[in-house]
C-alpha cells in the first residue's frame, strides 16, 4: 500500500538559489558538483521584455485577432470544442452526478463550512449583553 509520509528522500545536491531582479534563479556546477555563487545556471529563466518587445508582440497578437480568415478558422474550432464538450456532458453528466453524490459534502456547494469571522458588535447591544449575563 502506498503510504504518502513514508517516502524515501533522494540525496541532496548541491545546488544554491539566489534572487536576481525578483526571480529566484538556481546555481549549480555539475562537473565539480560544487556549489558556488558564480556556478551555471540549473535552468536559465527567460528575461522579462521591455516595452518595446511587448508593444511588438502586442501588435502581432492584434493583427491575428482582426485576420478575417483567423477568425473564421477560430470561430469553427471554438463551436466544434464546444460541441465536443456537450457530447461529453451527454454521455457523462449522470455518472458524474451519482459520484458526486457518493462522496457527501466534497462539492462546492454542500461543503462543510465554519465561519469564525464573527462580529460581536453586531449581535447586541450593551442593554442586551448586560441582561444576558445576568
Known amino acids: 500500500m502506498y503510504d504518502p509520509f513514508n517516502i524515501p528522500l533522494k540525496p541532496p545536491c548541491n545546488a544554491v538559489y539566489k534572487m536576481h531582479h525578483g526571480v529566484y534563479q ?3 556546477d555539475p562537473a565539480n558538483d ?3 555563487k558564480d556556478a551555471p ?3 536559465k529563466a527567460n528575461p522579462l521584455p521591455d516595452v518595446h518587445q511587448f508593444l ?3 501588435k502581432d497578437v ?3 485577432v482582426q485576420n478575417p480568415a483567423c477568425k473564421s478558422f477560430c470561430y469553427k474550432r471554438l463551436k466544434y470544442l464546444e460541441e465536443k464538450f ?3 456532458l451527454m454521455f457523462n453528466s449522470p455518472a458524474e452526478v451519482t459520484e458526486t453524490k ?3 459534502h466534497r462539492d462546492f456547494y454542500n461543503v462543510r463550512k465554519v465561519d469564525t469571522h464573527i462580529h460581536h458588535s453586531a449581535c447586541m447591544q ?3 449583553l448586560l441582561r444576558f449575563i445576568r
Request: glycine residues 4%; hydrophobic residues 55%; contains cysteine.
Open 41 to 43: 545556471l540549473l535552468w
Open 34 to 36: 560544487v556549489a558556488t
Open 62 to 64: 492584434m493583427t491575428a
Open 56 to 58: 511588438r508582440g502586442l
Open 86 to 88: 456537450n457530447l461529453h
Open 126 to 128: 450593551q442593554k442586551h
Open 102 to 104: 457518493c462522496n457527501f
Open 26 to 28: 538556481v546555481f549549480w
